[in-house]
């Protein structure tokens, strides 16, 4: 009984370990904290923001020049994630985000997706490995580069 008991604790960390993960992805995109955006990835993770290879980023180094590549595009990003499910016996997971961003001229844009994720475990903590936005979507004004 005690070992069931450890095991159900254990799966409740990771659980709540995984959905603090998702928010705070969220943070640091939105409040610009390449640290704590550092710390959502694992070291060799890959960011898959579009199926065009352009948009397929491959390294933490490389997903942290995306992310700065947005926040030079738009004046403020802020995202909310929802419907986050969590499939532990094959770490993954899957959540609908939507995106507010505004454009340099002050125009805002609304979007979205669904986020598919692979975590691993970097010394102890749950890291995002692979996260592949599906079915996105835009509302409002379309940026130049995305025409």
């Not at 491959?58 to 909310?80: L, Y």
């Amino acid at each position: 009984m005690f070992t069931d008991l450890v095991a159900r604790l254990e799966r409740v960390e990771a659980e709540l370990a995984l959905h603090r993960l998702a928010h705070h992805y969220c943070v640091a995109a939105d409040h610009r904290d390449l640290a704590l955006w550092r710390r959502v990835w694992t070291p060799d993770a890959v960011w898959e923001t579009d199926s065009d290879p352009d948009y397929v980023f491959t390294g933490i180094d490389a997903i942290c020049a995306a992310v700065q590549r947005q926040w030079q595009a738009f004046a403020v990003m802020q995202h909310g994630t929802v419907n986050h499910v969590i499939d532990l016996s094959q770490a993954t997971g899957r959540s609908d985000v939507i995106v507010h961003v505004q454009l340099p001229d002050g125009t805002w844009v609304t979007g979205g997706g669904t986020y598919e994720d692979h975590y691993s475990q970097v010394d102890g903590q749950w890291r995002i490995g692979r996260r592949k936005v599906q079915g996105t979507f835009d509302l409002g004004p379309l940026p130049e580069w995305r025409r």
